[in-house]
């Protein structure tokens, strides 16, 4: 079903939804006893509350004109209901985290990309390139903390 929102409200949804991971992940760190996990879990916690903070920062600097902008678009889930939908044990070892991170990751750049393409504005086109351009630089400084996970 696709929905109308103003542009501050779907950044004010993806800025809970990733403070809501980060809760997430801190939760698991109390059901997990092996290191890599840990560490893995660690950086996922930096991660999305810096994705959060970015949001945030975003969100107090962007031009009224932005914000006010209403938007059609049809991804309405929460972290929770997002985290339903996914196959994840008790305890989740890190393969299942990194699965878990990239599911997290498609469902964003899926975001923005759906957004972006119904956007008219151009300025509001160049923001929700920009989060998106955020997102990528995010991913790959996390990608290279992982890699170096599996070398241990």
């Given at each position: 079903m696709k929905t109308f929102k103003q542009a501050r409200d779907v950044l004010e949804d993806a800025k809970k939804f990733h403070q809501?991971?980060?809760d997430y992940y801190t939760d698991l760190q109390d059901t997990t006893e092996d290191a890599r996990t840990r560490l893995?879990?660690?950086h996922m916690i930096e991660f999305e509350t810096r994705l959060a903070n970015n949001l945030?920062?975003?969100?107090?600097v962007a031009p009224e004109k932005f914000m006010n902008t209403w938007l059609q678009y049809t991804q309405e889930e929460n972290?929770?209901?997002?985290?339903?939908k996914q196959?994840?044990?008790?305890?989740?070892?890190?393969?299942?985290?990194?699965?878990?991170?990239?599911?997290?990751?498609?469902?964003f750049s899926e975001l923005y990309k759906e957004v972006y393409a119904l956007i008219e504005s151009q300025e509001a086109k160049e923001v929700f390139d920009n989060?998106?351009?955020?997102?990528?630089?995010?991913?790959?400084?996390?990608?290279?903390a992982t890699n170096s996970l599996w070398d241990m």
């Open positions: 809501d991971m980060a893995l879990l660690d945030k920062n975003y969100g107090s972290a929770i209901d997002f985290l339903r196959e994840l044990g008790e305890k989740p070892g890190i393969k299942d985290i990194n699965r878990l991170s990239r599911e997290v990751d498609n469902y989060l998106k351009q955020i997102q990528d630089k995010e991913r790959i400084t996390l990608s290279m």
